[in-house]
């Protein structure tokens, strides 16, 4: 069982929606998640940080947290063509998912 | 800041031939981490040093990859000899902290062995 798991995808929404990426991790004692987006050809950058069960908002994005069901999610509210992108889950910083490659029509 | 530097960009070479793959920190930045990026597999995390030491090297696939930290502003990841499946994307990152908040990934290596 791979430690992390993610839908390869892709996920297409339309322009406006909301966009829903889901994570699931084995190690009950992690800690701290991370959700990275990737674009086409360039490396990953972190987009947000949860530690504790529950929601997490910035702007557009919300994470969210159940450590007792081992699942991480990202929401992207009103979603843009912009966003498309492969968005990676890490789990304690150093664990990456194989990503979810998120395709968002005009 | 320049951000995490890595050289070359792009690299070809043939099968059993020695790669070095060369990654610069950010300045300040005490953690340093090599991954690898493949379609199947994804990012994995091959080693990562604290402060130019080697903290956790389980990542590395086999003693054909080695790699060293000799100051605080230069690593390098060298694979002697080079495998076709060794072709991926490897990424160089840095982060100043021991609780890993966010990792400044470079622009990455594309290596391609034929």
């Not at chain 2, 950010?26 to 597999?41: A, E, K, N, V």
Request: net charge negative; aromatic share 10%; with cysteine.
């Amino acid at each position: 069982q791979k430690e992390v798991e993610q839908n390869s995808g892709p996920l297409s929404v339309p322009e406006g929606a909301i966009a829903s990426l889901n994570c699931t991790y084995s190690d009950r004692g992690s800690q701290s998640f991370f959700w990275y987006r990737q674009y086409s050809g360039k490396s990953p950058e972190l987009i947000m940080s949860i530690y504790s069960n529950g929601d997490k908002e910035d702007g557009r994005f919300t994470a969210q947290l159940n450590k007792a069901s081992q699942y991480v999610s990202l929401l992207i509210r009103d979603s843009q063509p912009s966003d498309s992108a492969t968005y990676l889950c890490a789990v304690s910083a150093l664990v990456f998912g194989t990503g979810t490659r998120l395709l968002v029509s005009p | 800041d320049a951000g995490v530097i890595q050289s070359p960009r792009h690299e070809v070479t043939e099968m059993g031939q020695e790669v070095t793959l060369r990654c610069k920190p950010i300045s300040g930045h005490d953690y340093l981490f090599w991954y690898r990026q493949t379609m199947m597999r994804g990012l994995e995390l091959l080693i990562y040093f604290n402060n130019n030491v080697p903290i956790d090297d389980s990542g590395m696939p086999e003693d054909r990859f080695s790699a060293k930290m000799p100051n605080a502003s230069f690593s390098t990841l060298k694979i002697q000899p080079s495998e076709p499946r060794d072709s991926a994307v490897y990424f160089c990152a840095s982060t100043p902290s021991g609780s890993f908040p966010e990792q400044y990934f470079g622009p990455g290596t594309r290596l391609t062995v034929t």
